[in-house]
């Protein structure tokens, strides 16, 4: 009809509604508290992707010394792809914000990311949040939900704790890699999904495969691309640049000016073997520059393991403190160094 053609024809003009006759205000004002409604959240939305395009930046990412900029190296390139990426790296050393700088980066920039980490989530609700369910698929599963992978379509989902995943969720990840499909929990419908998938995890995955507690076809299904993430004792040249991002953004966020830092504190920062690296290294410039004096962070302002933190009985590569032997050995070491 007539009638039917005009609302199609304005609806797809813009407009969010239509009130048939007759016109009672009850219905006038819920037509217009829904478009408000869906105005701001659309305007919310906008301004959360523009805020993520200065957050997840290239120029975000501190690179001074040699490992860290051979790494932005390789996340400049990856970003234009859709390949498949596996970061490794202890905990702290910055695999989200990479995989998010990675993703707005690319041409999937205005499509979701979306963060899962599979260590957070017990084993019997993740595959429901990663493959979604069908109502009644059980108990409490009162509604259909679709799940992050559906959600992600065209855009990246970040898999971090890759390791945690059991057998079962293994298989099924594989098949996503692989066929870009699934079923929900308790579906028999396929979904397909348009997704890159970078994975994270602070594991050996090769030494969980030799032990079978990984799977090998999955393995090397993520391992397309491999990104390490370098320790912040191994880095050290960046610590200095941490510090001044740091203490800037929380200088700013607390109406603080704190702007010098004690020699002392700073060579403790320096020779710290930082093992929950960065994001330790930001809570404990947030803690000094609340507990800071006027505009100077002071080593009192350090907590207490970090003032006395002794590099010469600490083990680098393991993160435990030296043996009794390994210290007198070093030493030994050292003597015939200097004859």
């Excluded at 679709?146 to 059991?166: C, W």
């Excluded at 191994?234 to 953004?249: T, Y």
Aim: proline share 4%; aromatic share 8%; glycine share 4%.
């Amino acid at each position: 009809s007539h009638e039917t053609e005009l609302v199609v024809r304005i609806i797809k003009q813009g407009a969010v509604d239509f009130i048939a006759k007759p016109y009672s205000p009850e219905r006038i004002e819920h037509a217009i508290s829904q478009a408000l409604e869906k105005r701001s959240l659309r305007n919310e939305i906008d301004y959360l992707r523009r805020q993520q395009n200065i957050v997840y930046d290239f120029d975000r990412i501190l690179a001074v010394s040699p490992v860290m900029k051979k790494v932005l190296t390789t996340v400049r390139k990856l970003a234009d792809n859709n390949s498949t990426i596996l970061m490794t790296g202890e905990t702290g050393t910055g695999k989200s914000f990479l995989a998010g700088t990675i993703h707005y980066n690319s041409p999937r920039r205005h499509k979701p990311f979306v963060m899962i980490n599979c260590a957070n989530i017990p084993e019997t609700l993740l595959e429901s949040e990663l493959f979604g369910h069908e109502r009644g698929a059980f108990t409490g599963a009162l509604k259909t939900r679709a799940g992050r992978f559906e959600q992600a379509n065209e855009g990246t989902v970040f898999l971090d704790e890759i390791g945690e995943l059991s057998p079962a969720l293994q298989a099924k990840l594989l098949r996503v890699l692989e066929e870009k499909a699934f079923e929900r929990v308790g579906g028999n419908q396929t979904i397909h999904s348009d997704i890159r998938i970078i994975a994270a995890t602070n594991r050996i995955l090769e030494q969980q495969v030799a032990d079978g507690a990984f799977r090998e076809d999955l393995y090397y299904r993520l391992n397309v691309v491999t990104i390490y993430l370098p320790p912040l004792r191994e880095r050290r040249e960046d610590i200095p640049e941490l510090i001044s991002h740091f203490l800037n953004a929380y200088n700013e966020a607390n109406d603080r000016y704190v702007v010098h830092i004690e020699t002392k504190a700073m060579e403790a920062m320096q020779k710290y073997h930082w093992p929950g690296n960065v994001r330790e290294l930001e809570n404990i410039i947030e803690r000094a520059t609340a507990l800071a004096k006027e505009e100077r962070i002071e080593s009192d302002d350090l907590p207490p393991d970090l003032k006395d933190f002794n590099a010469f009985t600490f083990h680098r590569k393991t993160g435990r403190l030296k043996t009794l032997e390994e210290i007198e050995q070093e030493y030994i070491q050292w003597v015939l160094e200097q004859v």
